[in-house]
């Protein structure tokens, strides 16, 4: 098949890692694939890192009404002139752009619409006409997005399909260790490491992790928190300032910006992974990650985690955010390391079964060719 990627976004955050793997997935398996981004962004330079080629042929970071127009002409353009079989939307200036230039290209291309957050979804008459009649297929991230996306546009359930996230398997695996990060941050092998891994926002739960940690260390006194992500200013510094008035400077630990490379190895130093808010992507990315490295999880009710978590045999999940809740979770597996580490493994086999990117390419190819034989 011959399938363009359309991906409007220039940061390698949300969308972008797993559009870009998908692409990734789809071409080693034999497909003719391109992957269509904004030049000289993270998500661009990321893409080379991985062997594709990416088109700078149209301007998706342009909101300017006449360069829309000029770019539906080159997209209906470059539809005809390379046959395409599918394209593949991410984003909804992508989606806007791309079925537009679908529908005045005159061709059978069939428009595929990835639907990576849910929480963004805009149920009006002028969104229900694009996914009503610009679009073949949408593909949701968990069931439970499946149903609302064929409840909130009208859609027959035919046309919508659930594609979980993935994660890369080899990259994550249980052989992986966190021991030349732990030693370069001054953190022996025997501390309890509980780690939020996220990007560094304010809605991201960090507050709510802060306010259970004293519960934690009245069970466990040698435990440290680790803030695991990227970082958002000014929020890094309103929450420093917490952990200081709250004296708990010693045993609180941001690790930010650190090297993408090692980012395996940063999730591997942790003994519990927490996930308190659902990002900027809705397949939890970061639980995936963790239960691959055969880390036990404790995740809150949101989004695909009741669909990915199975609670009291890969982690825990918890109903909201209260402080009890949370520390609650954390210190029964810290409490019981022995199924902690059972649950880890069977984390990973549920992965290996179900989340890796190799099967989301698969399931992903499976779609198109029913989408293209029923077109």
Not at 28 to 34: M, T
Not at 66 to 78: D, G, P, Q, W
Not at 84 to 90: T, V
Not at 291 to 315: C, H, Q, R
């Amino acid at each position: 098949m011959r399938i363009l990627h359309l991906i409007s976004s220039a940061r390698w955050t949300g969308a972008a890692d797993p559009a870009v793997s998908l692409v990734k997935g789809l071409e080693l398996r034999g497909h003719e694939v391109y992957v269509a981004c904004i030049p000289g962004r993270s998500l661009s330079k990321e893409s080379i890192k991985l062997g594709l080629q990416p088109l700078y042929d149209f301007e998706l970071n342009s909101n300017n009404p006449l360069t829309i127009i000029k770019n539906i002409k080159n997209l209906s353009r470059f539809i005809k002139t390379r046959q395409l079989d599918i394209l593949h939307l991410h984003l909804s200036h992508d989606h806007w752009l791309g079925g537009l230039a679908a529908k005045f290209s005159g061709s059978k291309v069939n428009v595929v619409r990835t639907l990576h957050q849910l929480n963004k979804l805009r149920i009006d008459p002028i969104h229900k006409f694009l996914f009503q009649n610009l679009t073949d297929l949408s593909l949701a991230l968990s069931d439970t997005a499946r149903k609302k996306l064929i409840n909130g546009m009208n859609l027959p359930a035919n046309r919508v399909a659930t594609i979980f996230g993935g994660v890369d398997a080899v990259r994550f695996n249980p052989k992986v260790s966190g021991h030349n990060i732990r030693k370069r941050l001054g953190l022996a092998e025997d501390i309890p490491l509980i780690g939020l891994v996220s990007h560094l926002h304010s809605n991201r739960g960090h507050k709510q992790a802060l306010a259970a940690f004293p519960h934690i260390k009245k069970l466990v006194p040698q435990a440290k928190l680790i803030f695991l992500g990227e970082t958002d200013e000014p929020y890094h510094s309103r929450l420093s300032r917490q952990v200081q008035e709250m004296e708990l400077a010693q045993d609180v630990k941001f690790v930010v910006d650190g090297k993408a490379e090692e980012w395996p190895e940063h999730v591997a130093m942790l003994d519990v992974v927490m996930y308190l808010a659902q990002g900027s992507e809705d397949s939890a990315r970061a639980v995936l990650e963790a239960m691959a490295l055969s880390k036990a999880v404790v995740a809150l009710d949101v989004g695909a985690i009741p669909e990915i978590v199975i609670p009291n045999e890969t982690g825990l999940i918890i109903p909201d955010l209260k402080p009890h809740s949370i520390a609650g979770a954390v210190n029964y597996l810290l409490a019981h390391p022995d199924e902690a580490i059972e649950w880890g493994q069977a984390g990973r086999k549920r992965v290996e079964a179900r989340f890796t990117n190799q099967l989301r390419a698969e399931h992903t190819e499976r779609v198109y060719l029913k989408l293209c034989q029923e077109n």
